[in-house]
């Protein structure tokens, strides 16, 4: 049984190889926790959508990985944040293909199905999305 | 970072190896391009193998590659899209890749031939029309 937890990894967000960086650590972070490769895919692709609009929207950023399993169950948390201008309507940045940045309009809403748990907080000034993936922990341990 | 684009006979072969950022990802679409534009390509094969992210962003730019090269008159098969990828590109929803999709570089080289070979029929025939061209 794995007690300690992984300690958490920050990746700030400046450029595009940013996001190479950021969706990096989450695969590696994720892998280290025991996620199998089908979860490392669905973060790591989740990371990058929303390091992408950090890039694209505001500039800068941060994305922090966080380890917050339990005894039981394996639990990732990952924050990207960023002061930009901020979402003005969230409802619609969640609908399919809906873009201001002149892209599919797929990222925010297709992050949002990869994740397990998914929020936005914005305002001008301060943007967070926080998303989540837990799983049951198996008795033998992933290499 | 450049992506190489190998050429055989009139097919290019293309495989990238590398997570590329964003900044390659475009780099590599005008190159491509280019390259269809000046050898006068009839089919490209992209093998994305090594690609164990491919986000929405990726997923537009190869669908919108496949598009340009087909408009240049190149027929285009992506090969290689790993398992983890294709469940995550239908999991995000959408057709986020518009373009033909092959297991591996073979069997894709085997459909840009059997389409090179289909168009070439229909387009050989057409020496003695009247200026106008047709679509089909």
Do not use: W
């Amino acid at each position: 049984m794995m007690d300690a937890l992984i300690p958490s990894r920050r990746v700030t967000i400046t450029d595009s190889s940013d996001i190479v960086r950021a969706r990096g650590a989450a695969r590696s972070l994720a892998t280290d926790i025991g996620f199998g490769l089908a979860d490392q895919t669905r973060l790591a692709t989740a990371v990058s959508e929303l390091a992408r609009n950090v890039v694209q929207y505001a500039g800068s950023g941060s994305c922090e990985i966080i380890d917050a399993s339990v005894a039981d169950e394996m639990r990732i948390r990952i924050v990207v944040e960023d002061s930009g201008p901020g979402i003005p309507d969230i409802d619609l940045a969640m609908q399919d293909g809906y873009s201001t940045g002149g892209s599919l309009g797929a990222g925010l809403p297709g992050t949002r199905r990869l994740m397990e748990s998914f929020a936005i907080e914005s305002a001008p000034g301060q943007t967070r999305v926080t998303i989540g993936l837990a799983r049951q922990r198996h008795h033998q341990e992933r290499r | 970072m450049k992506i190489p684009i190998l050429q055989l006979g009139r097919i290019l072969l293309v495989s990238i190896q590398v997570d590329l950022t964003d900044t390659d990802a475009m780099q590599f679409q005008n190159d491509l391009v280019n390259k269809i534009a000046a050898t006068e390509a009839l089919g490209v094969a992209i093998d994305i193998t090594a690609l164990d992210v491919v986000d929405s962003f990726m997923a537009r730019l190869i669908s919108d590659t496949a598009s340009m090269a087909r408009l240049l008159g190149a027929e285009v098969v992506i090969c290689g899209i790993q398992p983890y990828v294709a469940m995550t590109l239908v999991e995000m929803g959408r057709d986020l890749i518009g373009a033909d999709c092959a297991f591996n570089l073979e069997q894709a080289l085997k459909i840009l031939n059997g389409l090179i070979a289909l168009r070439g029929d229909s387009t050989l025939n057409s020496g003695d029309d009247d200026g106008r061209s047709y679509p089909f």
